[in-house]
């Protein structure tokens, strides 16, 4: 008898789509992937393969749009993705396997009214059955936290969020949120979570502004008996980490009728009975197969070989393949250097050559790795050719300077962001994956360009701290003069022709690296003077040629703004 098929479902921003997480297209099954900057998932799929499975014919990634309530998710994405694997694998049922938020939405279709007796079990992996305090902050506040894996994804969602639809999100984060990420409210804890008063005492859930309705409803002891009723349920935990367990907060703000409604946090309190994210007594199911905690942290429990064992032995996989299953533990993150633009740009990033940055080990070890040579990539749309959203991630980079090449796609306002990602801390002792408190950095320049404008900058990445970016007036500069006099030996036959009276800048129009860099450390006022004689010079030679002449005009106004005073 074949096998059943497979559909593996992430947890809260385990699925990137931008278009669909920007609002610019409807739910879609395609154009899904794991975030391209993060481990998360892979090593899951890499062990299914492995083990004999086929991607899209009995292994599926049920990806979908985290943002939104997991009923939504449930009705949208999951539903549309097991008719696939059905058809796929002719089969009438499948398997489940949800990790955090995606036991939810798994949970949300199996206990509706719409289920169709095709799941033949569910296995979850730190799904907060019973909600996480950790959602308090990230629905009540706007200051997400948990694991490095969701802080890093949802960062850079809201990076482009903000350079995006930058009025809404910079006048309002909370209400940015709820309008637009819903999905948070489902993860709220239904058990009194929340400590208040002198001397402190829990706060009721039922009196609360704050709520997971949804949790409430679907973990009444009916509900529950329904679902394990309708698919057999097995919950695998992770404990050993320092996980939120209550809050204790204080009288709610006067100047915002949604921030922290039910009061703002003053201390947090932990339990090591969790996965860092999860409490342990929160990610099982009454009446389930709940099977003994391991010590794994919550983003890692999709990749860790302990937990992949145990769902092997639960999907009935024979022992030999579980030979397929590394005995390693899972490897540290991979140091990323991230580039992300916001529209109407293209980007090239130049990698300077070096020893890359090594993956942090237990207690600091690091990882040798060969010296890479200088190398050029090209940003990855993930927009579409109106408005680009440009990624570049660079694994194990070097430290040292980074050329960024910025090509003017349209006119208009653009941003650059860049982050160093999987440098947090190493794993705890006794238990597998990182436990990093600090949120993601992300360094951000904005400009103006116009089409066929070449701006350069340049990224600067140490060891300490996070990228940084600035202005590159002299590559700015000697790219405009290249243009220039490209465009002036075309009108004048030979750049001897064309009406140049200062030596000096007849030089630099020849490209002569020595004048450029003469002229660029000029006293102020006749280094401004020498670019407008550039810039006159360019209405003059190429003023009929609108775009051609605006891309130079605006790279040597960039060069002059940027240098004035310097």
């Not at 993860?187 to 409430?216: A, C, F, Q």
């Not at 915002?256 to 039910?262: E, F, G, T």
């Not at 991979?334 to 916001?342: C, D, E, K, Y």
């Not at 002792?429 to 340049?458: C, H, K, Q, S």
């Amino acid at each position: 008898m074949s096998r059943l098929p497979v559909i593996f479902i992430p947890g809260f921003t385990g699925s990137f789509n931008l278009p669909v997480l920007l609002d610019w297209r409807g739910p879609t099954l395609n154009g899904w992937s794991f975030p391209p900057f993060v481990d998360y998932g892979k090593t899951l799929l890499q062990t299914f393969t492995q083990a004999g499975y086929r991607r899209n014919r009995d292994l599926f990634v049920a990806f979908y749009d985290w943002r939104k309530p997991v009923e939504e998710s449930a009705r949208n994405y999951l539903v549309p993705w097991i008719d696939r694997a059905k058809k796929a694998a002719g089969a009438d049922k499948v398997i489940l396997i949800g990790h955090s938020m995606g036991g939810l939405v798994a949970r949300s279709y199996i206990q509706s009214s719409a289920y169709r007796n095709d799941v033949d079990c569910l296995i979850t992996l730190g799904t907060p059955h019973r909600g996480s305090a950790e959602a308090y902050t990230a629905w009540a506040g706007a200051e997400p936290h948990a694991d490095e894996t969701l802080r890093t994804v949802f960062a850079v969602y809201l990076w482009y969020l903000r350079h995006i639809h930058s009025i809404q999100t910079e006048l309002d984060p909370v209400k940015t949120i709820h309008t637009q990420v819903p999905g948070v409210r489902d993860l709220l804890p239904i058990d009194d979570y929340l400590m208040t008063g002198n001397p402190p005492h829990l706060k009721p859930v039922t009196s609360m502004v704050n709520r997971n309705l949804w949790g409430e409803m679907v973990n009444r002891p009916e509900s529950v008996a329904m679902l394990t009723q309708r698919v057999s349920v097995t919950t695998i935990t992770g404990v050993g980490f320092n996980t939120l367990s209550t809050i204790l907060v204080g009288p709610p703000p006067t100047d915002h009728p949604l921030r922290y409604a039910d009061g703002v946090p003053l201390t947090r309190q932990y339990d090591s009975h969790g996965d860092g994210t999860v409490l342990q007594r929160m990610a099982v199911v009454p009446q389930a197969n709940n099977l003994p905690s391991i010590p794994v942290s919550h983003g890692a429990l999709p990749d860790s070989p302990q937990a992949l064992a145990l769902v092997f032995r639960e999907v009935g996989v024979a022992p030999p393949v579980l030979g397929a299953i590394p005995e390693a533990a899972p490897p540290s993150p991979t140091p990323r250097l991230v580039i992300m633009t916001a529209s109407p740009i293209a980007v090239e990033v130049e990698v300077p050559a070096g020893a890359p940055l090594a993956p942090t080990g237990v207690l600091g070890a690091g990882v040798a790795r060969t010296t890479r040579r200088r190398r050029r990539i090209k940003g990855r749309n993930y927009g579409h050719a109106g408005k680009a959203l440009n990624l570049v991630v660079i694994d194990y980079p070097t430290v040292g300077d980074y050329r960024l090449v910025l090509h003017g796609t349209d006119s208009g306002h653009f941003a650059v962001g860049a982050m160093l990602v999987g440098v947090g801390e190493p794993a705890i002792l006794g238990g597998e994956g990182a436990m990093a408190t600090a949120a993601p950095t992300i360094t951000t320049i904005e400009g103006e360009i116009v089409r066929a404008a070449d701006l350069f900058y340049t990224c600067t990445l140490s060891t300490v701290d996070a990228p940084q970016l600035s202005f590159d007036a002299q590559g700015t500069m000697s790219a405009a003069v290249e243009q220039l006099s490209a465009a002036m030996s075309e009108r004048g036959g030979v750049l001897g022709a064309v009406p140049v009276d200062d030596d000096r800048l007849r030089n630099v129009l020849s490209g002569d690296p020595t004048a450029i860099a003469t002229l660029m450390t000029l006293p102020p006022l006749a280094r401004r003077q020498a670019i407008d004689q550039l810039i006159d010079l360019c209405q003059t030679m190429v003023g009929d040629e609108y775009e051609r002449a605006m891309a130079v005009i605006t790279m040597l106004m960039q060069v002059r703004d940027a240098i004035a005073g310097v």
